[in-house]
């Protein structure tokens, strides 16, 4: 199976990268989706050295809808936390620009929001004069592939003791990540087995990242794309890419976190021919992608939502909340979203309905399931 299986389906999610060349937009990305100013954005390559680190609540309707109908005192969303990474160019890997500190930083994601230039404008320096934005991937995947290879030389100059067995499976792995790097193959795409999974983890490689493509266009091509979105439509589709890149437009999403209410927001949105924003574009690729999904706690007081790995069972789910809730568990009274909605948030209804079941530990929780925990405590 594919390392990005295992990703997929053993993964976690700590934080998102925004990565890409310098200059391209990424802080100004970055700001417009944490609505903050914590990082520079300016003309000019390298603006941002050190990474910035903000977090963002994943908007989500489901929860804006039961939070309407149960007219609950407070709503808690999910959070996400972005990072906003500085630009790599060619020669990274060998210290070239910034180097390799911004390689760790990348090291330490768990998915990589690959950034790229698909506007025009003269006025803003690009690093090689033209606009190409599959040129421009390649580059940083380039890097990404030389970084990878770099540190699996270190373990394949290890010393190899025959007796130890984690020892030769990790050099056997690397040897074969190695060859596929050496061809192209991110480490993502290298066949990977069940038992191998744990030790091709540990060697924490950049290029086994899930990656989203995100194009960064002008207001006017937000809604349709433009011929360079094209271009990063068909490399990725030719490179087997799980999704279909995003095309956001970093001025827009700018604009729309000044915006106060929601409102102003759909408006604003609707003059560009757009139903949602560059965020949830974001966001419900990284759901995808991560394997991730959520379920919801409702009550009149508060409605909130909580995230789980696809297949999570209801102790386990439970234990997101708190971990007394995961030792306690007796049941878990689940209603599923649209009967949720169909009964306009009433669980007697629910209940007299025949549509609130009693689960016990083992359910496997379905997205958009509402919870009502029972346990000892
Ligand atoms: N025309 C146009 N300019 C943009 C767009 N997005 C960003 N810019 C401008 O491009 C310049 C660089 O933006 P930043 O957000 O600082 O770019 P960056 O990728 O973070 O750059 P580094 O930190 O140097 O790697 C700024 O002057 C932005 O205003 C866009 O969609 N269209
Ligand atoms: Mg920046």
Same mark, same amino acid.
């Given at each position: 199976m594919k390392a990005s299986h295992f990703i997929k389906t053993r993964g976690s999610c700590k934080s998102v990268g925004i990565v890409? =060349? *310098?200059?391209? +937009?990424k802080s100004t990305l970055f700001n417009a989706l944490t609505s903050s100013n914590a990082a520079m954005a300016a003309?000019? *390559?390298?603006?941002?050295?050190d990474p910035n680190v903000g977090k963002v609540f994943v908007p989500d309707e489901r929860l804006d809808l039961i939070s309407d109908l149960l007219k609950t005192k407070s709503k808690v969303g999910t959070q996400l936390e972005f990072v906003d990474i500085a630009g790599l160019v060619k020669g990274a890997s060998d +210290?070239? +620009? &910034? +180097?390799?500190k911004f390689l760790g930083n990348i090291r330490q994601? /768990? &998915?990589?929001?690959h950034l790229v230039r698909c506007f025009e404008d003269k006025d803003i320096t690009h690093v090689s004069d033209q606009i190409d934005p599959v040129r421009d991937i390649e580059t940083i995947e380039t890097e990404l592939i030389l970084a990878d290879l770099q540190s699996l030389e270190k373990v394949l100059s290890?010393?190899?003791?025959?007796?130890?067995p984690e020892i030769q499976l990790k050099h056997e792995i690397a040897k074969r990540v190695s060859e596929a790097l050496s061809s192209g193959? *991110?480490?993502?795409d290298v066949e990977i087995s069940e038992n191998e999974w744990p030790t091709f983890q540990a060697l924490? &490689? =950049?290029?086994s990242k899930p990656t989203i493509y995100t194009c960064n266009v002008p207001e006017s091509d937000a /809604?349709?794309?433009n011929k360079y979105t094209e271009m990063v439509k068909e490399f990725s589709s030719k490179r087997g890419l799980e999704i279909d890149p995003v095309v956001v437009s970093a001025k827009i999403e700018a604009e729309l976190a000044n915006l106060e209410s929601e409102e102003m927001k759909k408006e604003f949105l609707q003059l560009y021919d =757009? /139903? /949602?924003?560059g965020l949830s574009k974001v966001i419900n690729g990284a759901y995808k992608l991560l394997g991730l999904q959520s379920y919801y706690t409702a009550s009149e007081n508060e409605c909130r939502a909580w995230t789980i790995p696809v297949g999570t069972k209801a102790r386990q789910a439970a234990g997101v909340i708190h971990t007394d809730f995961e030792k306690g568990f007796i049941k878990a009274d689940t209603i599923a979203y649209v009967d949720f909605v169909d009964c306009k948030g009433d669980e007697k209804s629910a209940k007299d309905r025949g549509k609130q079941r009693s689960e016990g530990p083992n359910y496997v929780v379905n997205d958009g399931d509402v919870m009502f925990f029972k346990f000892s405590g």
């Open positions: 890409g =060349l *310098p200059n391209i +937009g003309n000019f *390559p390298f603006c941002t050295i +210290g070239e +620009g &910034l +180097g390799n994601v /768990s &998915l990589i929001v290890e010393k190899k003791k025959q007796s130890n193959i *991110p480490a993502r924490h &490689l =950049l290029t /809604s349709a794309g =757009l /139903s /949602s924003n």
